[in-house]
């Protein structure tokens, strides 16, 4: 099955700075990447998504990037604000159906 | 509804006992999921529906967990003979079909004693 690796686990940045999380997955054929942002006892929230046949997308203050060689993606958050601090998981998926998330990184965003 | 309903929100049970955990999808998915999340980590999956079928049970962990969605809207996840390693939050999610994003519920947490 598919294995989807996430890093850092815990990542702190002061307000107004950049924050880049990292995954990788092993599955080839795996076509679907979204990520979601989990608030402390919260339910995920889809923040953005990336499909195979796109390098790049952006929304406002985030992106994610996809290289599909590598089978890596990243998300980006740029002039992050406090309300950015919860935990974000990475997906992968080749069926559309079953997601394979990683363990998740947990973002401070220090005023 | 507006959202992914899950009920209950929070449930304490005894080692050995039954419990069912109730997901109300959002009205017109067609597709609805469970997933299982421990603490600090990411989501795992169990089940997916596509209407009334499990069109993939290859997550559920053991056949003390069933999953069933008669009417192809709402769906009850049932665990026999529950264990302390089933303790973890219990999240249900749904889709307007393939390949569609998700939205996830707020989840059961279940506590095994």
Do not use: M
């Not at chain 1, 099955?1 to 999380?21: F, K, R, Y």
């Amino acid at each position: 099955g598919e294995n989807v690796e996430q890093h850092p686990s815990t990542l702190s940045v002061q307000e107004g700075d950049s924050a880049v999380i990292k995954c990788t997955y092993s599955d080839s054929a795996s076509n679907y990447f979204p990520w979601y942002k989990q608030e402390l006892g919260k339910r995920p929230q889809l923040i953005i998504d990336i499909r195979s046949n796109v390098g790049e997308k952006k929304d406002q203050r985030i992106a994610v990037t996809l290289n599909k060689t590598a089978k890596h993606f990243s998300l980006h958050i740029t002039e992050t604000q406090p309300e950015d601090s919860a935990v974000y998981f990475c997906a992968a998926s080749k069926t559309g159906n079953q997601f394979y998330f990683g363990t998740g990184t947990s973002l401070t965003v220090i005023p | 509804g507006a959202g992914v309903s899950q009920t209950p929100s929070n449930k304490v049970t005894e080692k050995g006992k039954y419990v069912e955990l109730r997901c109300d999808p959002i009205s017109g998915h067609t597709a609805l999921y469970w997933y299982r999340q421990s603490l600090g980590q990411g989501p795992e999956f169990l089940i997916y529906f596509q209407g009334t079928g499990a069109a993939d049970d290859s997550g559920l962990p053991n056949d003390r967990f069933f999953a069933v969605r008669p009417e192809g809207s709402v769906s009850t996840l049932k665990i026999q003979r529950t264990e302390r390693g089933d303790s973890a939050v219990y999240l249900c999610a749904s889709s307007p079909g393939h390949g569609n994003p998700y939205t996830f519920g707020s989840g059961t947490r279940l506590t095994v004693v």
